[in-house]
């Protein structure tokens, strides 16, 4: 279990997010066409996972826009944009603002993915969403990086997170 802050006061997640230098654990997420996705989809790829609680909030997608900004200079790497919105959500908001270069995903409807990753809020007004936190991933399936966002109204470090690419 980890500790974060949202407005300043303690919230729980189910477990640590995984070691860097582990496999990263194999997910299955809902594309926008509500198709499957897995971890071996992006095989041979390099993977920044954004994680958080809900594409509409402003921080959230800030994140994504800001993700989609520096995606579209990066060699090898796709950009996993999670959270357990709705896929017609993600559509929208990707929809609305052009976003092109990102690729989201949605732990809808089990949250399984948040729970292998350690993400799950269990308590609090957020309890069953997702935490903020960056994963980055190596081509081998690697974790390289990975950042549990202490306050979830913050931003990730974005810097250090493309860095470990």
Not at 152 to 163: C, R
Request: charged share 20%; proline share 5%.
């Amino acid at each position: 279990m980890a500790t974060v802050t949202l407005g300043g006061n303690p919230v729980h997640t189910n477990a640590e997010l995984p070691k860097t230098g582990s496999k990263a654990p194999e997910f299955q997420l809902v594309k926008q066409d509500l198709s499957r996705a897995t971890l071996a989809d992006f095989s041979g790829s390099k993977l920044v996972l954004n994680i958080f609680p809900s594409i509409d909030t402003n921080t959230c997608a800030t994140s994504v826009r800001t993700f989609n900004a520096k995606a579209s200079a990066l060699e090898n790497t796709k950009v996993l944009c999670i959270s357990r919105d709705l896929p017609f959500a993600q559509k929208r908001f990707c929809g609305a603002e052009g976003l092109e270069n990102v690729i989201n995903l949605s732990d809808f409807p089990t949250g399984q993915f948040g729970k292998d990753y350690g993400l799950e809020i269990t308590d609090g007004v957020f309890s069953g969403l997702h935490t903020r936190a960056v994963i980055v991933i190596d081509e081998n399936g690697v974790v390289t990086y990975t950042e549990l966002v202490p306050e979830i109204a913050n931003e990730p470090n974005y810097e250090a997170a493309l860095a470990a690419l």
